[in-house]
């Protein structure tokens, strides 16, 4: 103890500053630990748990998408009334109490019991072009022949919630949806959470419906809103050149399918989209369009009781309602008439201040590859119908219209034409003198032409120019539905069919059924002479064969014409006698040909 007590201050100081600590190395030491430790959670652990959670999502979302799926295929599942075959379109209509619809062009009604628009009837289309014709049906109940209908609902993602099914009997505060008014139905599941659907119509075939959901359960609930339309119907047998069936504007892009291509691959679905989809007929169309959008799209074809059924649907995005909030989704159900100008406007928005724009909603009219020219030709020929009140006159001014505008380049191929009949004499003579030596005939009436000034191509373009414009209104008026059960003057009741009189009964004097094929129309017989006469009018091809061929060319069109539309037969035969017309005036200042003199 003493030796300790009296040691040197020095040596007492460096026992001092070793007991101090370190801090230089305790800092690098919680420096590297906390780069290990940042570096571990960043470079492994988070990713792991992205994945774990990414895992889930797509677990949630998978399973969400599995009950919409399976909840919406549930839904579509027929209730009693369906299955029963006994009972008539009117027994299906009068088993449920209903919201009756009553506007100038929709009649019909919505079933209470399962809040489905099933029953719906278009005022202002007849089934024929008789007076007495019944209107033309567009939705009809399910288990019915033509059965036709949409529905539209919540899905919960859990078996616990109650959600209303087909069975739900709905309250309503109204007992007929009018015109520009609203209908609102009401269900409560008994366990604190109700059920609110409000239907809108429009003065035309467009319904607003909202649905939403008031949670006063104590806990939150997760919904999926669907919506569906669904028809029982058989594949045409017949070939058609415009698409009937399921289609849509998903993501900005046209989707058609066509019956027999559901048939038999049974579903197509379409992830994550927006727009709009449905069922289209020739004149008509319904379809479902969504404001928010949808997590899934499906086209599906399934059989029940021997009827090839269709179904398009969709599933919204899964809404979590906390308690004591409300959560609502709308959308927009059209049940009507393609007609030309409305659907533009839906298209545009111009319908409603309050509507928003439905993209590509007049591509639901399938004008194909001439839509660019189809459409603004069936506008023009739509406003000459609302001006004259006649639709078969609207198109003969609309030919003027055309004939008008392409006058110049008419003009041009007419002189053209009837240049080549002043030289037909000389080409004969070049033919016998060249008639073993073909190169050196093609030379000799290159150089006629080229002396005589003559371009014989010149006559193509007009006609080209005429052929695309027919085949573009051929197209649209196909397709649109202004020209359906349209009646020209005397005998023509209907443009959109082809031409009822018949030689073969001496236009109706004599009372024969005659066979289908054994029939000649009054309108292509007159569109075949008006052909004949212009084809004598112009130059005879140079080559035998051809002209041969061209000579029987009048008769095979009244075969092919004889079966059209007999609007498009009228247009035709009304654009041939102005063109006949106008080459009369050119052939008169050029003169006629003149015969030609065989070589001695």
Known sequence: MVTTLFLPATTHKIMLKHDEPDYKRIFLAVALAAVVLIGWQSKIEWPRRQALAKLH?????????????????????PIAQDENPALSRADRIAASPRVAIASEKLQGSIDLKGARFDDLTLLKYRETVEK????????SPGGDDNAYLASIGWLASDAKTKVPDQQTLWATDKKTLSADDTVHLKWDNGEG???????????????????????????????????YLNRAHEI????????????????GT????????LREAGTKSY??????????????????????PADKIT??????????????????????VAAGSVSENKLRLFTGAKELRLLDAYASGTIDKGSPPIALFDRALDFGWFYFLAKPMCFIVDYLYDATGNFGVALLIFIIFVKACLFPLANKSFKSMAQMREIQPEMVKIRERYVDDQIGMHKAMRELYKTKKINPAAGCLPVLLQIIVFLSLFRGLNVTIEMRHAPFYGWIKDLSAADPSNLFTAF???PWTVPSWMHLGLLPMLYTVTMIVQMRTQPKPADPVQAKVMSWMPYMMLLFFDKMASGFVLYWTWSNMLSILQQAVITRKHGPAQPAKKAA
């Open 193 to 227: 959470v109700t059920f609110l659907l409000s239907v809108t119509l429009d003065p035309h075939y467009m319904f607003a419906v909202t649905q939403a959901v008031e949670n006063h359960s104590g806990h939150e609930i997760t919904l999926i809103p669907y919506a």
């Open 271 to 292: 992830e994550q989209s927006t727009g709009w989809f449905g069922i289209t007929d020739k004149y008509w169309l319904a379809a479902i369009i969504p404001e928010s």
């Open 254 to 261: 046209l989707t058609d399918v066509t019956y027999k291509d």
């Open 132 to 139: 007495d014709s019944p209107n033309v049906t567009l939705f």
């Open 299 to 320: 086209f599906s074809h399934y059989d029940q009781h021997g009827q090839n059924r269709y179904q398009v649907d969709y599933a919204g995005a899964p809404q979590t």
């Open 57 to 77: 999502a797509q677990t949630v979302e998978q399973d969400q998408k599995a009950v919409a799926a399976s909840g919406i295929a549930q839904q579509a599942k």
């Open 236 to 251: 045409p047998q017949k070939a058609v050149i415009l698409h009937e069936g399921p289609l849509g504007v998903m993501n």
């Open 508 to 510: 109706g004097l004599i």
